[in-house]
């Protein structure tokens, strides 16, 4: 009998149950023993673990967050009685203790990062693409973006009411982290006039004249979709000049520009944008919102495929891999191709394309 660990890790996304459903289903199928650890890595250091039945594996395929609890340690950065500590080692005792012969990880850029570290550190792991940014490299898509999308659109929808009535700019703050998918799918999906990405430095000034020239031609009213890791030309080229930071160490300005709480961004965005256009602005920050519930049935299957998947390596004796959607596919990617990579929206992408041919403003 095969003994696999499970846990999920960074932000909860929709699908997380449906996914550690489907490894656990799967595995039962096979006849392997399923431990679940809770609260990501923290779980397994500490040795917190539940054994994964029918029973509790019952009933969750619908339900959002995660039934496991998650947590954004790192098993070398822990904190422990006070002190940040590497309890890689501790975390290794516990992996051996529990005579597990694989670990899944559930998680989001940082987990792929986490899960390689494990890896060269003699654990056999195996990783799902979870997260609503859609960002991990080497996959098509990760599960809980598309309910995300599917949330961010709705709103979108349901602001263009009061943009319309009231004669209103509304700026609508998307998350995303550093990539656009998520602002760009929903901007698009949800007919924002201006949609602002990470991926395309934009100027106040271009999309206040966009707002101008729609209300010149009878439309006082704006919605802008802004990705909260949106930069303006200006911010970016502070990023590109910025002194490289040292190993292992965040840069500075990185540190200054990145990591200015988006809401202040949003706010000061709005605020230039009345200025300018002698509209009012009001700003929605979605937030968390866009996290929480139960899971598209998009993401109700491909959470399901991935994780019925991942069985499938481990039976077969496959690890060190992450589990990538392609097409109609489920394929294993080496960590290394995945780990300290984040997948971005490439400027001419064919959504960022037809989003312009339809008069989407990027205020580049
Ligand atoms: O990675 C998912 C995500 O929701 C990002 O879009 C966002 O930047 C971040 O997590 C927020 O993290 P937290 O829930 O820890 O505030």
Not at 136 to 150: K, M, Q, S
């Amino acid at each position: 009998t095969k003994h696999i660990g499970i846990l999920t890790s960074g932000g909860d996304s929709p699908g997380l149950n449906a996914a550690i459903r489907g490894v656990g289903k799967a595995a039962l199928d096979r006849k392997m023993h399923v431990l679940g650890f809770r609260d990501g890595f923290r779980g397994l250091m500490e040795n917190r673990a539940v054994e994964l039945d029918s029973a509790n594996l019952s009933g969750i395929l619908t339900v959002g967050g995660t039934i496991l609890g998650t947590s954004r340690e790192k098993p070398h950065k822990m904190t422990v009685a006070g002190k940040v500590r590497d309890m890689t080692d501790a975390i290794v005792a516990n992996y051996r203790a529990n005579q597990l012969d694989c670990l899944v990880c559930l998680g989001g850029g940082g987990t792929q990062k986490n899960a390689l570290r494990l890896k060269q550190a003699g654990l056999n792991v195996v990783t799902l693409p979870k997260t609503i940014d859609n960002d991990v490299a080497e996959t098509d898509i990760t599960f809980g973006f598309d309910t995300a999308l599917g949330i961010a659109t709705d709103a979108i929808d349901r602001l263009h009411s009061t943009a319309h009535s009231h004669h209103r700019i509304i700026v609508v703050e998307i998350m995303g982290h550093r990539a656009g998918w998520l602002a760009l799918g929903a901007g698009i999906a949800g007919g924002a006039d201006v949609v602002l990405v990470p991926e395309i430095p934009y100027r106040v000034e271009s999309v206040a004249d966009a707002i101008k020239k729609r209300k010149r031609g009878g439309k006082p009213f704006s919605i802008v979709a802004v990705a909260e890791g949106a930069l303006t030309v200006a911010e970016h080229e502070a990023l590109l000049a910025a002194p490289p930071a040292a190993k292992g160490k965040k840069s500075k300005a990185g540190i200054e520009v990145r990591e200015m709480v988006y809401a202040d961004r949003t706010i000061q965005l709005a605020q230039q944008l009345e200025a300018l256009t002698d509209l009012e602005a009001r700003i929605t920050i979605l937030g968390h919102l866009q996290r929480g519930g139960t899971p598209s049935a998009a993401d109700r299957i491909l959470a399901t495929r991935l994780g019925t998947a991942a069985v499938d390596l481990i039976q077969a004796g496959q690890h060190g891999v992450m589990v990538a959607a392609r097409g109609e596919a489920t394929v294993p990617v080496a960590l290394e191709e995945v780990a300290g990579r984040i997948k971005t929206v490439p400027v001419d992408h064919p959504w960022v394309t037809s989003a312009r041919q339809v008069g989407t403003n990027f205020g580049d």
